[in-house]
């Protein structure tokens, strides 16, 4: 697999298949953190004992495969423009502190761009993992055969009572974070999504609005992951998120119909809006973009748009990256000139719909 | 940093003091330490570390030319692999090798406990090739709870199977065992 690949593509191939609930959760993802036993933690440990393990897994794993994900890409972060390293942050197949301050760093990804490996990010390594929809379990189970894929050559930092030996004291433990990404519309619209966020943070449980800054979720779209790693098994801590996420999907689809119900032609004025700005707009910032496509996405889910593909949230969520934008032109663009491209990719792409 | 009290000397001792929950962080120098009494402040392992500090190998070093100075000795523990100190952990967060928790190991309870919801002891997936007779172990001791819970609820046929279990799973043990020999 070579780099490109990865770069000419939005959407990772595993998001084009339909997931359960996939109305709802867009993404279900297993992150793992494991550390090779002798080696110190990449804050610390020597840059040659950091490009040793680099070394070894472009050795042991470039062009492999294990069961569903083939063809591994070793990729170097040093091999990267900064452009490249956007992308890849933008498509989460790596973490913006790999690419940015990560010393002898690299990344392994499937074609599928399923799984990725980062390689001496806080840990020496973070096995990420994804499936399409809500499949945590299916994630799990996929997650730890790889793990012990790996672990065939590698000797984990693992101990009895603490179990694996993570780098920061909130990872120790399983080192596993699990994580939905949600598309919760009518919550936020109703504003009842910043009434629940406190009561599951109580669980331990963390909500975080992906893009954009801060507590403000652009797009409608939140991540729900677990916070506690350690005193509890892989398993159990996936059901109490499983638990909370069907509570949330519950609400939502309530919510929704609630909407239709009691607003229905405010709402499909809203949405048709939004739909009419997507396809006649010269120039678009980043926030709009992902309010219109948050509420394109409801008016399909809610069956008002037709002919548009439900991908179009998560496909263009991306492509209007800055990053994705500036790989597609071919340079560094301006803000401005990031708003002029930015809606006519988006214009270009309801027109492939028809 | 200097120190929050004088405002002149370099801060050398940091505690994190929580009360009711509230977490607030001292940055002090040692003068103003012993003045303002932190160093008499009572925290959890402080004795017994004191207590134990001299047979530790890497600890005696420093204990002769620091007697006097009871404080420095616990912010000197420090990870015999990578050098990290205790302080320096706390300060950033963050552990420099798998042996420091080796190192730290006295006082890492009370710091998993606030991020983990009290909890101390891992539950969760074991390596498989590294894990070995770890995986036994865990067999053994989920049998035998469930052993004892069958018990209680006088399911006496299924606590004869599952007694039957770990029979057969303490025979396996000592057969492996043997034939590694």
């Known amino acids: 697999m070579t780099l490109q690949h990865f770069m000419n593509e939005a959407i990772s191939p595993w998001m084009r298949e339909e997931g359960p609930d996939g109305d709802i959760v867009l993404s279900s993802r297993i992150r793992l953190a494991r550390n090779f036993s002798e080696v110190s933690y990449p804050i610390l440990a020597d840059l040659d004992k950091l490009e040793g393990i680099r070394d070894f897994f472009k050795e042991q794993y470039d062009h492999q495969s294990f069961e569903d994900y083939e063809d591994f890409a070793f990729i170097p972060i040093s091999d990267l423009t900064a452009v490249e390293k956007r992308v890849l942050v933008e498509k989460h197949l790596i973490s913006p502190h790999l690419a940015k301050h990560a010393q ?11 799984v990725s490996v980062m390689i001496n990010e806080e840990d020496h390594i973070r096995i990420q993992l994804y499936f399409p929809g809500f499949q945590l379990n299916k994630a799990l189970k996929k997650a730890f055969e790889f793990d012990d894929w790996l672990e065939e050559k590698i000797n984990y930092a693992f101990d009895g009572t603490r179990g694996y030996l993570t780098s920061c004291p909130t990872n120790v433990g399983t080192g596993m974070r699990a994580s939905v990404m949600m598309h919760l519309p009518a919550l936020s619209m109703t504003k009842q999504i910043n009434r629940m966020i406190p009561a599951i943070n109580q669980l331990g449980l963390v909500v975080r609005g992906i893009y954009g800054e801060g507590s403000e979720a652009m797009g409608s779209i939140f991540q729900i992951s677990n916070q506690i790693t350690l005193g509890k098994s892989e398993e159990d801590i996936i059901d109490d998120l499983e638990s909370v996420v069907r509570q949330l999907i519950g609400h939502e689809r309530k919510a929704r119909n609630h909407l239709m119900e009691q607003s229905g032609t405010k709402l499909e004025d809203r949405i048709y809006r939004s739909y009419g700005v997507l396809e006649y707009s010269r120039i678009i910032e980043s926030k709009e973009a992902a309010s219109c496509l948050s509420n394109v ?9 037709k002919n548009v593909s439900r991908n179009i949230l998560n496909e263009l969520m991306v492509l209007t990256q800055p990053g994705f934008l500036q790989q597609y032109a071919k340079k560094t663009l301006t803000a401005n000139e990031r708003d002029v491209l930015r809606a006519s990719l988006i214009r270009e792409r309801l027109q492939l719909e028809k | 940093m200097k120190c929050q009290e004088c405002q002149q000397r370099p801060a050398t001792l940091h505690f994190t003091r929580v009360i009711n929950g509230n977490k607030t962080e001292v940055h002090v120098c040692e003068v103003c330490a012993k003045e303002k009494g932190y160093m008499t402040y009572p925290e959890d392992g402080y004795s017994l570390h004191n207590l134990l500090s001299g047979l530790f190998s890497f600890d005696s070093t420093k204990v002769g030319s620091h007697q006097d100075h009871t404080f420095q000795q616990v912010h000197e523990l420090q990870c015999p692999k ?8 706390k300060r950033i967060g963050k552990f420099g090798c798998a042996a420091c928790y080796e190192t730290f190991a006295q006082r890492l309870d009370p710091i998993f406990r606030r991020v983990h919801s009290g909890n101390t002891k891992h539950f969760g997936k074991i390596p498989k090739r590294k894990g070995g007779d770890l995986h036994k172990k865990k067999q053994l001791e989920d049998y035998k709870t469930e052993l004892q819970d069958l018990i209680e609820s006088e399911a006496f046929e299924e606590a004869a199977q599952v007694r039957d279990k770990i029979r057969a799973l303490e025979n396996h043990q000592g057969d492996s065992e043997a034939g590694d020999n």
Request: aromatic letters at 8%; one cysteine or more; charged letters at 20%.
């Open chain 1, 104 to 114: 002898a760093a690299a990344t392994l990804i499937s074609k599928n761009e399923q």
């Open chain 1, 297 to 305: 996405r409801l008016g399909i889910d809610l069956g008002l748009i």
């Open chain 2, 82 to 89: 990578c050098e990290m100190t205790f302080s320096e952990f």
